[in-house]
Every structure is written in structure tokens, then in C-alpha cells.
């Protein structure tokens, strides 16, 4: 399959999953994850769906309850989307947010050390 035909069902699953997270399920702590991306194997036979929170403590609850609804979610694309195998489903807390949080801080910090000298 193309890569690029892989790199668009990984988009329509990233936001097929956000969007099923935000008005398909009931629990009140999906509404805060955002879903920020997926990668699918070129068989695919799995993809890794990326998110982030608001409140980064609860990241691992968070994580833990996606992946009790993944065959929930997996089931909502196989009927959105139209393809002969849907993926399944693992999540990732995506740290790219928080790591460029961190290079700001850092530059910030520089900024303010230069303004003092």
C-alpha cells in the first residue's frame, strides 16, 4: 500500500477517534484528551493513536480507560471508515507538547539571564 494512502487513514483515524471521544462517549474525562495524530502499520494491522491533556497528573488514567475503550473505539471506525481491516488500537500520551513547553522555559530562562547582565 502507498505511503501515502497510509499516511491518509492515519489522519481519518486520528480524527475519527476525536471525534468519537468527544460526542460518542459518556465518560467526562475523554472530553479533555486531545488527539493530536495516528501512525498505522502498512499492513494495517495496528495504529498509534497520540494524545495530550490539560491535566498532565492524570495521564495515566487517562491512558489506562482509552485502552479499556479501544475495541468500543475500533468498532466506531470500522463502521466511519471504509476499509477492508481496521487497525487495531493502542494510545500513546504524546510528549512533543510538553517537550516543546520545556525548550520555551529554557529560552525563556536564557532571555531573562541576558537582560541581567
Known amino acids: 500500500m502507498s505511503d501515502i494512502k497510509i499516511k491518509r487513514i492515519a489522519s481519518q483515524i486520528a480524527k475519527e477517534v476525536s471525534d468519537i471521544l468527544q460526542n460518542e462517549s459518556r465518560d467526562y474525562n475523554f472530553k479533555t484528551v ?3 495524530g495516528a ?3 502498512s499492513d494495517l494491522s495496528f ?3 497520540y494524545f495530550t491533556l490539560m491535566n498532565e497528573e492524570e495521564k495515566n488514567k487517562i491512558q ?3 485502552e479499556e475503550a479501544a475495541g468500543f473505539i475500533r468498532k466506531e471506525i470500522a463502521q466511519r471508515i471504509d476499509i477492508r481491516h481496521t487497525p487495531k488500537i493502542s494510545f500513546c500520551y504524546d510528549k512533543s507538547i510538553e517537550y ?3 525548550i520555551e522555559r529554557i ?3 536564557l532571555h ?3 537582560d541581567e547582565i
Open 39 to 41: 501512525e498505522v502499520t
Open 112 to 114: 531573562e539571564e541576558k
Open 34 to 36: 486531545t488527539i493530536t
Open 47 to 49: 495504529a498509534k493513536v
Open 100 to 102: 516543546g513547553n520545556n
Open 107 to 109: 529560552i525563556q530562562n
Open 64 to 66: 489506562k480507560e482509552l
